[in-house]
Nanobody, 124 residues
Framework: QVSILESGGGSVQSGGSLRLTCVVS????????VGWFRQAPREQEFVAAISPEDGASISYADFVQGRFTISRDNAKNTVYLQMDSLKPEDTARYYC?????????????????WGQGTLVAVSS
């Protein structure tokens, strides 16, 4: 059974930083594509995703604009999302998703395994 646990959310002021952590168990993590998505009041959005193995292929949503960095540590079955220069519009619940893969996946419907999410609140 796949388990995904996110942590690191919180409340920060505009311009602040947070680092989200996603720990995955129950699948061969090295060969998993891992993505971050967020649920705002109106819609679910893709945020970032990283390819399996060495994470050489990374994709970001346009709104990230160089502010976020996704990385992985296969030894710890963990993916990180470093978020800098946070804006009020980044306020959302952030979800981590993982799936066995040979390439990076950026579409939410392609992921079957999801965490419960971690809440990020950015005040102006």
């Amino acid at each position: 059974q796949v388990s995904i646990l996110e942590s690191g959310g919180g409340s920060v002021q505009s311009g602040g930083s947070l680092r989200l952590t996603c720990v995955v168990s129950g699948l061969n993590f090295k060969w998993a594509s891992v993505g971050w998505f967020r649920q705002a009041p109106r819609e679910q959005e893709f945020v970032a995703a990283i390819s399996p193995e060495d994470g050489a292929s990374i994709s970001y949503a346009d709104f990230v604009q160089g502010r976020f960095t996704i990385s992985r540590d296969n030894a710890k079955n963990t993916v990180y999302l470093q978020m800098d220069s946070l804006k009020p519009e980044d306020t959302a619940r952030y979800y981590c998703a993982a799936r066995p893969a040979t390439r990076v996946h950026i579409v939410a419907s392609e992921y079957r395994n999801w965490g419960q999410g971690t809440l990020v609140a950015v005040s102006s």
